[in-house]
């Protein structure tokens, strides 16, 4: 699935921290496959201001990462958990509409 700097990033946030133990394998695998390489922080210039995060919105370049079953499963329940607790945010409306409303 092809994922935004933003999409990514977010993702990185809402995956769950604590699951059994094959399911915090494959999580820590994906947030590997959803961090970023040198190459895209040099391109990306990361700058931390506050809580925020921002780029250069042309080195912003989707990158294709595969996420499989079991890992598409938490993903799902941790934004239809935000959805129920009323916590979406603008940020998550992209992976909403990926994960959610295929």
Same mark, same amino acid.
């Given at each position: ?14 995956? !769950? ?17 959803? /961090?970023? /390489? ?23 370049? !989707? ?13 799902? *329940? ?15 409306? /992209? ?5 959610? *409303?295929?």
């Amino acid at each position: 699935m092809e994922l935004n700097v933003l999409e990514r990033l977010v993702l990185l946030s809402i995956l !769950p921290k604590e699951a059994d133990f094959t399911t915090v394998k494959i999580i820590r695998k994906l947030k590997e496959d959803l /961090s970023f /390489s040198e190459e895209e922080h040099k391109a990306l210039q990361f700058v931390q201001d506050g809580g925020n995060v921002n780029w250069q919105k042309d080195g912003d370049i !989707p990158k294709d990462i595969k996420i499989g079953e079991k890992a598409t499963d938490a993903i799902v *329940e941790a934004l239809k958990k935000l959805n129920t607790d009323k916590k979406l945010t603008e940020q998550h409306l /992209s992976l909403y509409e990926k994960f959610i *409303e295929k």
